[in-house]
């Protein structure tokens, strides 16, 4: 893992922390599907400058993915009616 990919992974990291103290969320108890989805946050951290959710795909319309950047439009209604956001990241 370089050196940019780390740094962001562990940004991304603080970020899902932090947004489920102050959500109510809590992150994805399989520590591995967890891992996985932040891993593919910082990638696009670093690759396309956002952290768009790595299971949605891009448009290539910066306005249309900005609803794509995490935590994404989707993901409250998502987590209303699965109890997690399509990613698996963020649980009820």
Known sequence: ??????????????????????????LNPDTKIAET????LA????KKGFQYCPCRLLSGDPEQDKLKICPCKWHKDE??????????????
């Open 79 to 92: 987590i209303a009616a699965d109890g997690h956001c399509h990613c698996q990241l963020f649980y009820k």
């Open 43 to 46: 990638k696009n951290r670093v």
């Open 37 to 40: 989805v932040m891993e593919g």
């Open 1 to 26: 893992m370089t050196k940019d990919l780390a740094q962001e992974k562990e940004k991304v990291r603080q970020f899902a922390k932090r947004y489920c103290e102050l959500s109510g969320y809590q």
